[in-house]
């Protein structure tokens, strides 16, 4: 993670789909980093193309749906402008919130009450030629705002929630001015983060029959919180499910792109690779490398490999030992540090563990410190066990969450309280992971020994395709990771208030959900979010919710081609200053 987050941002915050930023599932360790600007660079590139190794395969052109909230699916988004480059923001390598003007500015026009204007500059484009409109950015406030939804269903499957623009009265539009001005009920704490270019309002339009000024007239027109809607249904499904892609598709409108890059290519699947090619309508600084392919490989050693015979040039592999020792080996360029990202174990509020005493008895027996032993020290000898679901250790809030909260009682296992809380019960528990990462693996090998010993009876889901079954309750138990944009509180009902579009493992208390909306209306008022937070914090605790396991470690190796390659501990990784990199001559 990074050594300090601005403005005591909680960890839990992927960038979702016309709504704030929020977090993104990482299936596999990807880019971390701290606050430095090192980079790599040297000899030995040929032609315009960067080549770059990710652990996971693209599943969607849209991450911002809760089945596609993956980390190589942002990236590609990012490269797109799907809530990335040429939306109306970026975060920095700082963690600090940049306007991106590429294609329109955003306004505060008042505090009191809060309103924000949107607008569009009069060359935006998007990648086909279709001229950006306001239509664009109603169409990204219709899916956020959960404005057609009924509270309890939405048309929009959201990777984060409706937190926010579901304050917001039906936006002011101005055609002529090319503006959509939006007015907030209530104050909203990440009101500067709500980016409303992203997908294009022509191609959804296309799906019922309409140009995109039809689209925003029928917006316009429909009650709110109106369901059972033909038109408003198809909408939804063609977002939840239209970008999901086993090849390369014949719809090129699927493609169309407001970032500095268009996919070009794709094969799905381990051994796959999405290619990326620069968009000839993009009106913002001009890319330095023509061609960007994102090779899918899941084992480390294979992308280390192909890293030493040039098949590619950039990696961001697990980050262990094993790794670490190869790179330095074969002389490849590293830079480490920690991400903005940590691995835990949820259970799942159904089924095994809807009781209490049996969530208790099982996180008693996991062996934090035996896992942060055997997979982050090797990497970095001062890691320790992470004892907050909200905050790091690099973080200074972190001491306080800390102190409160109680996670730290479940340093070291506990197998005779366990038993004794199973008072001779011996439940099945379906532990879900990834079963290509090798962090994952050894903390599950580690958590099936020593829940044995209790009592526990330990089925093994590792699943290649563990992400796409967040969410479905076949399981009791999941290992994975949540990484961060960097800013922001969106991940707060995201992954922890009921029915968030993180929330997984169907956990759901009214006091946090309370506390939560509370988070969501502060503003500049960083005591009472951190009281607040570290509340959250201790709840989830005392309700067994599961257990935080360390801080990820990471790396970036480069075999000394591309130039510019700077260290950013975010979700975006290593892509996050695309338009900076160069392939050294």
């Known amino acids: 993670m990074s050594n300090s987050f601005k403005r005591g941002r909680a960890l839990t915050t992927a960038i979702a789909f016309s709504a704030a930023a929020a ?10 980093g701290d606050d430095t600007d090192e980079s790599t660079g040297g000899d030995g590139a040929t032609g315009s193309t960067v080549s770059i190794a990710t652990t996971n395969a693209l599943t969607s052109l849209h991450s911002g749906t809760a089945e596609h909230n993956l980390n190589t699916n942002g990236m590609v988004d990012y490269l797109t402008g799907n809530g990335g480059l040429g939306s109306f923001l970026t975060i920095s390598n700082e963690l600090e919130v940049v306007p991106d003007t590429t294609n329109g500015t955003m306004e505060l026009v008042s505090e009191d009450p809060l309103q924000v204007k949107y607008t569009l500059n009069e060359n935006a484009v998007w990648s086909d030629g ?7 950015l109603l169409l990204s406030w219709v899916i956020g705002s959960g404005w057609f939804g009924d509270g309890d269903e939405n048309y929009f499957s959201l990777a984060g929630s409706t937190a926010g623009l579901n304050t917001t009265d039906f936006p002011e539009i101005d055609r002529d001015a090319r503006t959509l001005t939006l007015n907030y009920s209530e104050a909203y704490v990440d009101w500067n ?18 140009s995109a000024e039809e689209l925003t007239q029928f917006f316009t027109d429909t009650e709110k919180g109106e369901q059972g809607n033909e038109t408003l249904s198809t909408l939804g499904e063609f977002h939840n499910t239209g970008y999901a892609i086993t090849q390369m598709p014949t719809d090129e409108s699927l493609l169309v792109s407001a970032g500095p890059y268009v996919v070009s290519d794709f094969q799905a699947n381990d051994g796959g690779f999405v290619q990326l090619s620069p968009n000839e309508n993009w009106q913002g600084d001009p890319v330095q490398v023509e061609t960007i392919i994102l090779k899918f490989i899941g084992d480390a050693s294979t992308q ?51 009781d209490a005493n049996v969530r208790e008895a099982f996180l008693k027996t996991i062996p934090r410190q035996a ?28 001491a306080e969450a800390e102190a409160a909260n109680g996670y ?74 949540w990484i961060s944009p960097g800013a922001g509180y969106a991940g707060l009902p995201q992954i922890f208030k009921t029915g968030g579009g993180g929330n997984y493992n169907n956990y759901s208390n009214t006091e946090i959900d309370g506390w939560i909306d509370e988070t969501q209306t502060l503003i500049d008022d960083e005591e009472r979010m951190l009281e607040l937070q570290i509340m959250i914090d201790t709840a989830t605790a005392e309700d067994f919710y599961g257990l935080p396991l360390f801080q ?21 990784g290593v892509v996050h200053n695309i338009l900076e990199w160069s392939v050294v001559e």
């Open 193 to 210: 983060l709500v980016n409303l270019i992203t997908k294009p309002a022509h191609v959804f339009a296309e799906q019922v029959d309409m």
């Open 408 to 481: 730290d009682s479940f340093t070291e296992p506990d197998i005779e309280g366990a038993k004794e809380l199973l008072a001779g019960a011996t439940p099945e528990v379906r532990i879900l992971y990834s079963s290509d990462n090798p962090n994952r693996v050894n903390a599950f090998r580690l958590i099936q020994q020593s829940a044995e010993e209790a009592g526990f009876v330990i089925v093994d889901e590792a699943d290649p395709e563990w992400s796409a079954r967040l969410g479905s309750g076949d399981y009791d138990a999941t290992i994975f990771g």
């Open 371 to 398: 896992i942060v032993d055997s997979i982050v020290k090797p990497v970095n000898p001062e890691a320790s066990v992470l004892n907050s679901q909200l905050f790091v250790s690099s973080q200074e809030q972190y």
């Open 23 to 32: 977090m993104v599932v990482s299936g596999c360790t990807t880019t971390g």
């Open 304 to 354: 280390i490999q192909q890293l030493a015979n040039g098949e590619v040039n950039v990696i961001e592999p697990q980050a262990d030992a094993n790794t670490l020792q190869s790179l330095e080996s074969q002389g490849s360029d590293v830079i480490q540090g920690d991400q903005l990202s940590y691995d835990h174990i949820d259970l799942t509020f159904d089924g095994v563990f809807a």
């Open 130 to 136: 279709t001229e950006m409109t306001v239509d664009d």
């Open 552 to 572: 990820s470690p990471g790396l970036v190796a480069s075999d000394g081609s591309v130039d510019g390659l700077v260290y950013n501990p975010t979700q975006t």
